[in-house]
């Protein structure tokens, strides 16, 4: 498998011998971090392997007084999570354990208001001792680096941020490193626990939120996928079940908010759809609760989209067709039929509200993605459409963003709202504006201030088509995690 690279063709830093050049780099064994003392070892003392664990704290600065605790994301509720010295790759991982349970799976729990959600558990001590006993090192700094992307936008701006990041960094160039080396080895690069490590660093790099190339490691999926013979082939395997999940959410949402030029394998989506869709019909809350039938029209309206950007004029008439039929049958789901199929646990009510949010959101991403180029066209019946449907979505987004179990679900249709609100509504783009930031800090991920700033840039830009907002591909998703523990033995909470 090729090493993943930068859209300028030079390989991510990690996967060779470069170097970030923004950044110092960290290197394991020689390097404390920046704005804390070692404790001296010696006149001429050189450091050894193994000192970057025992120098850094990796959440938090070193306790005053007679604290023990330290007070993490603000506003309520509060949590207090002991500080650890970290001292061997083991206590690393402890450590992120310990802050997953106390700062991420509390906030994940409303999560299990739309049904039990197998995915969604506290980590163990027994599973923490599998994870450290078996778990390739790409996969143990992987979830370190979640939870210090985590760390930084839930406490985004104080005083440990420059300190977090640069700790980031390390360990996310361990990761990255550690997983080169399994792809270089013959018996190993299509393994499980690869896909599962290519999967964690691509959500590493959207919830870290600079510069790192995301799309790189979507393509070395899609290529190990191949190797494994197919979506169909890979997928008939339960422990890569929650992988496949994943993968499919962030390559369709990805889709959606990228330039028709850059579309990722669309026709590659669109013929595994009907086995995807029954494969996942029984999931809790799977695609971030969009209902499966409009996420299928997600799939074939990015598949149309590609195909308008590359095909001549001649094909114009058949593409419309194809597009004014897609949009039938988005006018046709009822939300209130959907519901009465769900969990009987769940209020019908929350049910029907998530149903109306992405009724109107994929609604709008089908007239204005394909208005953007000709399929469909602008008329003021479509205009007027989009208009109501803005406007219905702005009122359910109102409902759905005040309560805490609805808010990670929300990020994209916010963001559909943005896109239409450069028709002029003032109220509607200081509404998103407002509401992204907070979704951010609330959820702990960088997704919805990338969102902003897209959009903000896009408002100002005095154009309105929907290419036009996307200068290269985003993703808008909430996940910050994969469930790898059905790669193991007696590891996968009953």
Partial sequence: MDHPSTGSGVECPGYSAQKPTRLRWLTPGKVASRGQTRKAKGKGTPTTAGDEFRTIRTFAAAPKKNSDLVRTTPGPPAIDIPRLEMETPTSILTQAA??????????????????????????????????????????????????????????????????????????????????????????RRIGDKVFAGILTLLLVDIQQGSSLDWRCHLEGVHKLIMLRGGFQTLTLSRSVEPLSLVLWTVATLGNTTCPASDLAMTGFYLEALDFMLKQFSSAVTPFQLCPLPLFGEMIRINHLRKRAATHDAAAAESFENE????????????????????????????????????????????????????????????????????????????????SPRFQRFMVWPLVLLGVEAVHGSAEMRAFV??????????????????????????????????????????????????DTSRLYTNMHPR
């Avoid at 450290?132 to 930084?152: D, F, I, S, W």
């Avoid at 000709?374 to 359910?396: E, G, I, K, N, Y």
């Avoid at 408002?459 to 985003?474: E, I, L, N």
Wanted: with cysteine; net charge neutral.
């Fill in 98 to 187: 310990e802050y997953y349970n106390a700062c991420i799976y509390k906030d994940l729990l409303p999560i299990h208001a739309f049904g039990r959600n197998p995915h969604v558990y506290p980590i163990t001590a027994a599973q923490l001792q599998v994870a450290a006993a078996e778990t390739p090192a790409y996969l143990q700094y992987g979830m370190v680096c979640m939870t210090l992307n985590h760390r930084l936008n839930t406490t985004r701006g104080g005083p440990q941020t420059k300190a977090l990041a640069e700790r980031f960094y390390m360990y996310w160039g361990l990761a990255v490193r550690s997983l080169n080396e399994h792809l270089s080895l013959e018996d």
């Fill in 433 to 482: 504006a407002e509401k992204l930031p907070l979704i951010s800090r609330h959820v702990g991920i960088h997704a919805p201030l990338a969102a902003k700033r897209v959009l903000e840039s896009f408002w100002a830009s005095g154009v309105t088509s929907w290419d036009a907002c996307f200068d290269k591909p985003y993703v808008f998703t909430t996940q910050i995690a994969v």
């Fill in 323 to 402: 597009a004014f039929e897609i949009l039938e049958r988005i006018n046709g789901f009822s939300p209130q039929q959907w519901a009465e199929a769900k969990s009987s646990s769940t209020p019908k009510a929350d049910w029907v509200l998530v149903g109306c949010v992405y009724h109107a959101a994929v609604a709008l991403y089908c007239a204005l993605s394909l208005q953007s180029l000709s399929v469909l066209p602008s008329t003021r019946t479509l205009r007027d459409f989009c208009t109501t449907r803005a406007h219905q979505l702005h009122l359910l987004l109102s409902e759905g963003l005040s």
